[in-house]
């Protein structure tokens, strides 16, 4: 059952991510990585992660995602042209690239094919979670407040009209 | 609350800043446009933040709000470079707040709370501050470098800023998720004790995997070649007293966290370790990435004819430069470069900007013919600030060069420190071409006067005093430094 | 009771990191550059999250909820960018950068 659940979540997030790279209006590919958010969001619970996989949904899908795709609708944005970068330095790189991740990715699976995720695991519950954000992270919490001040400033100063 | 380790003063520094930047936001949305009240009252809380760092220069290695900062030597030298290079960027600043009309409040604001990201990042004992502060200096530079809205030059830097740091962000983010795999914490005490002892296979692979994307990460922030490729379009788009900060306290912030992830938190420890393994492999990385960015850096810098992509590529060498201290493991050394870096580069950055009008109109080299006896209050310090990047005796430059190379030296990294001789011999080059442009050539218009600022005549003397100090009486620094140096060495025993 | 190895998580992330970095490398458009980012980070949040649940241990999730803060801050900061530079020559094509290369 389980197994079959994270290969449904996996397949989906993999395809849908193809689709972001493949896809060649921004709407689409923003679209996709909806999707992708969505089945990492039903990774995270496989996990044990109840805590992420719900802010997975309503902050990553529900507010950054939203926001790309108010940005793309309100500039009106168009489809690109078939071709690709025109950067044949980066085109270039992206082949061996990959081929690296990929071999990694093999090495991977080989070493820790015997390590398995504790089933049933729920280190993730809301209440660890918030536990340990204002005990041993308070300081990095605070920090993020610091962090988002400077994005909402940043955002005014730089969006403003005049 | 003693278990949680709450202590205020602990990050003094970081709380004044904050505070200051706060307030000097709050007043801007009050009553806006009061540039000279702004500006004090941001001074004045960096000279504040630097008492509260000083006082923290007594204590021990001891770490607060469970175990995420660390109080040392280290961190207060750093911290009082960064504020030192903040400082004078406000100076460097001044005029072109004015010209180019942008409330002074954000701005002020925006450098403050990028201060305070640079500080935490020093002052980070866990890789999730040192991403979380990372994050906090590279969005508020982000938005500086944007700061001339109507320029499209200005707008397109911070996009190219934007794009590669966030993609490299993306590689640091996924490093620190390796190392934690690696070492079940993210704390960088507690990983250095994991490491000093041996792991098992897979574990390894993580941890190399996890360094090396953390290497990738940190090449980006400190412009090293071959992650070096934003740098001198971004730092000629940004507005030059942007530029200016962007070269000096983020680079001294970033090569701090380098020095404390690599060199302190990954020693090779001479033992069957696992800490030794990945050693032989960073310091080969590191080796690569330092020669390139001294070969790469100067003499491409030799071709420019613009003056601030001339000091972007410098900016690339002079990483290579520090990479050769990151690699000695003598973060003394380090510290002491990135001080007379910060002060000799905002000089000269302070002269471009001021020289280069609104709009950024005059930036070629050849522009600066004439300047010479005409203009000697401008040309004077900038031939100084120029012969102290070249790093001639009698100024700091040749001073933090000779510290670095030397200690280089007796680490065991002879070929370096050739290089880096080689390479410093090529950079007098360019930086005294454009001296002999300013002294030796004759204008093609009429020179214009440049008025000069209260606040950019505060810069140069800080500055010139800065180097001449730095480079005549260095001792008392070195022992300050060397101290500071041992007992931290003491701590980590 | 089957149970699923942690590699297989592993593996998941590491190709939507590869995917997300290919779309940085050959898109031209600075938006999906963005996306690309995003994707990227993904992937980074699913291997601590993973870590996190092997070890039963909670840093590798608190962690991710941080860089879901980091990635609002980003995205606003970047999308204001991206929001400016439309305004000035309207496309978002990179290699269209008139000044500097891209």
């Known amino acids: 059952m389980e197994r079959a659940l994270f290969v449904i979540f996996a397949l989906t997030a993999i395809v849908a991510a193809l689709n972001v790279l493949l896809r060649r209006h921004p709407l689409h590919s923003a679209l996709a990585l909806l999707v992708v958010l969505g089945a990492l969001a039903g990774l995270y619970i496989l996990l044990g992660a109840y805590f992420l996989a719900m802010i997975q949904v309503v902050i990553y899908a529900g507010a950054i995602l939203v926001l790309f795709l108010f940005v793309i609708m309100l500039l009106n944005i168009r489809a690109e042209e078939a071709r690709l970068a025109r950067r044949p330095f980066l085109r270039w790189l992206a082949l061996p690239f990959a081929l690296l991740l990929g071999a990694e990715i093999f090495y991977l699976v080989r070493t820790f094919e015997e390590n398995p995720v504790p089933s049933g695991t729920s280190v993730g519950v809301t209440e660890a979670i918030g536990r340990e954000l204002f005990t041993t992270y308070l300081l990095p919490f605070e920090v993020t407040s610091i962090l988002i001040l400077i994005a909402i400033l940043g955002a005014v100063v730089l969006a403003r009209r005049g | ?493 | ?102």
């Open chain 2, 1 to 493: 609350m003693e278990s949680l380790g709450i202590n205020y003063r602990a990050i003094g520094p970081e709380l004044v800043l904050t505070v200051t930047g706060v307030l000097v936001m709050l007043l801007e949305a009050f009553s806006p446009g009061k540039k000279v009240r702004d500006g004090i009252l941001a001074a004045a809380g960096i000279v504040l933040a630097g008492v509260a760092a000083l006082a923290l220069w007594e204590e021990g290695p001891v770490t607060a709000f469970s175990r995420m900062v660390i109080v040392d030597g280290f961190r207060v030298f750093f911290t009082l470079v960064i504020l030192l290079g903040t400082l004078l960027t406000i100076f460097v600043s001044w005029g072109f707040l004015d010209e180019e009309r942008i409330p002074p409040g954000e701005y002020f604001a925006l450098l403050l709370f990028g201060a305070v990201g640079m500080t935490l990042l020093v002052a980070g004992n866990d890789l999730m501050i040192l991403f979380l502060a990372l994050e906090t200096i590279t969005i508020a530079t982000y938005v500086l470098a944007g700061y001339r809205r109507e320029d499209l030059r200005s707008t397109e830097s911070a996009l190219k800023y934007f794009l590669l740091g966030a993609f490299s962000s993306a590689f640091l983010l996924y490093g620190i998720a390796l190392l934690y795999g690696a070492t079940r914490t993210t704390n960088l005490a507690e990983m250095a004790r994991v490491v000093s002892g041996p792991l098992g296979q897979a574990e390894i692979v993580l941890l190399m995997a996890g360094a090396a994307m953390l290497l990738i990460g940190f090449g980006f922030k400190v412009t090293t070649v071959p992650f070096h490729v934003w740098t001198p379009d971004v730092y000629e788009g940004a507005p030059t007293p942007v530029t200016a900060f962007l070269s000096t306290a983020p680079k001294a912030a970033g090569f701090a966290a380098f020095l404390r992830v690599f060199s302190l938190t990954f020693p090779p420890l001479g033992i069957e370790s696992a800490a030794d393994q990945l050693a032989s492999h960073w310091v080969a990385a590191v080796t690569a990435m330092s020669i390139l960015s001294m070969t790469f850096g100067n003499f491409i810098a030799i071709a420019q004819t613009n003056i601030k992509r001339m000091l972007a590529y410098s900016s690339i060498a002079h990483a290579g430069y520090v990479l050769i201290g990151v690699l000695a493991r003598d973060w003394a050394a380090v510290a002491f470069y990135m001080l007379v870096y910060t002060i000799m580069n905002l000089g000269c950055f302070a002269i471009v900007a001021l020289w280069a009008r609104r709009g950024d109109e005059r930036v070629l080299i050849a522009e600066y013919a004439g300047l010479g006896f005409r203009q000697p209050l401008l040309s004077f310090p900038l031939a100084i600030f120029l012969v102290s990047l070249a790093g001639f005796p009698g100024t700091a430059g040749f001073v933090a060069k000779f510290w670095l190379f030397k200690s280089a030296w007796g680490a065991g990294f002879p070929e370096l420190v050739i290089i880096g001789v080689l390479m410093t011999v090529v950079s007098v080059y360019y930086y005294l071409y454009v001296v002999i442009v300013m002294f030796f050539r004759e204008p093609k218009e009429e020179v214009p006067r440049v008025p000069l600022s209260r606040a950019f005549v505060a810069a140069m003397v800080v500055a010139l005093v800065g180097v001449f100090y730095l480079g005549l009486l260095p001792t008392r620094v070195f022992a300050v430094l060397n101290t500071a140096q041992n007992l931290l060495a003491i701590g980590q025993r």
């Open chain 3, 1 to 102: 009771m089957t149970t699923i190895p942690i590699s297989w998580y592993l593996a998941v992330a590491a190709v939507l990191f590869t995917i997300g970095a290919v779309t940085v490398f050959v898109k031209r458009n600075a938006l999906v550059m963005l996306l690309g980012i995003e994707l990227m980070l993904n992937a980074a949040n699913l291997t601590a999250v993973t870590f996190s649940s092997y070890f039963r241990e909670l840093a590798g999730q608190i962690l991710v909820f941080f860089v879901m803060v980091v990635a609002a801050a980003e995205a606003a900061v970047g999308l204001a960018i991206i929001v400016l530079l439309f305004r000035h020559r309207e496309t978002l094509n990179v290699d269209e950068a008139q000044l500097l290369k891209l």
